[in-house]
């Protein structure tokens, strides 16, 4: 977890590089070369360090359900409504800001990263995991119709689940590509993890995103991933 000031600013400064070069997001206060918003403060920052220098080379942040009820808000009720959620809150916690160095980008990062997040989900006693994953516009929504067409599945698969309905609703009845696409492997890990793509997608034009909401009950992951996150006895 980033204890400090500076290692926070470490965080921030690699989700600007990762967020500004490969999505072209769009930063209010780009001089400065950080990604920084008012749930930073409220948040708990993991980090994975790499190299000679070890420098920050991936993190998530998260959003734990007590200091969600004190702020009065998640991140992703600014993109959907979460009041059918209203029940699962004081036992579901927020990822955001994913992001990992190209160079770090085998798989062991991430995993290392999902092993504090279940140690803290232990720890918590939380239950539930709530998120947005972002797919990119940039290739004219090809990825987002592909993601679009398992989010219908995963919601047919999962009807017990709450669907969520965004406030900015990105139009998906112009998701209807049929090109050959690739689930982002972010989201391609969740779906394995037995996370559910619970809605339409919201649109965020400061980062030309098409984002799904995404809900995890960590009770239901596979067994082979308890036993790794060291989620069972």
């Known amino acids: 977890l980033a204890q400090t000031k500076k290692e ?3 965080v921030q400064r690699l989700r600007f590089s990762i967020f500004s070069q490969e999505m072209q ?3 209010p206060e780009a001089h400065r070369g950080i990604d920084e918003d008012e749930y930073d403060a409220w948040c708990e920052h993991f980090m994975v360090l790499g190299g000679a220098k070890q420098k920050v080379v991936g993190t998530y942040r998260i959003l734990r359900p007590e200091q969600a009820a004190r702020l009065g808000k998640y991140y992703t009720e600014s993109e959907f409504d979460l009041s059918p959620l209203d029940a699962l809150r004081p036992q579901m916690a927020e990822l955001g800001r994913s992001c990992i160095h190209p160079k770090y980008r085998n798989g062991s990062a991430i995993l290392l990263l999902w092993v504090g997040i279940a140690n803290m989900m232990r720890v918590g006693g939380y239950r539930y995991l709530l998120g947005c994953a972002s797919v990119s516009l940039r290739d004219d929504g090809v990825t987002a119709a ?6 219908q599945k995963s919601m047919q698969a999962n ?11 990105y139009p998906v009845e112009k998701l209807d590509s ?8 972010l989201i391609k890990g969740y779906l394995n993890l037995g996370a559910v793509l619970c809605g339409e997608p ?15 009950d960590i009770t239901q992951l596979p067994e082979r991933y308890k036993k790794h996150f060291g989620l069972v006895d």
């Open 202 to 216: 919201a649109w965020d034009p400061d980062f030309n995103t098409a984002d799904f909401p995404v809900l995890l």
């Open 146 to 151: 592909k993601v679009w067409r398992e989010a």
């Open 159 to 169: 009807p017990t689940v709450p669907c969520l309905t965004p406030h900015h609703r």
């Open 25 to 27: 997001a769009v930063f």
């Open 178 to 185: 049929d090109l050959p696409a690739r689930i982002p492997p």
């Open 8 to 10: 926070l600013r470490a």
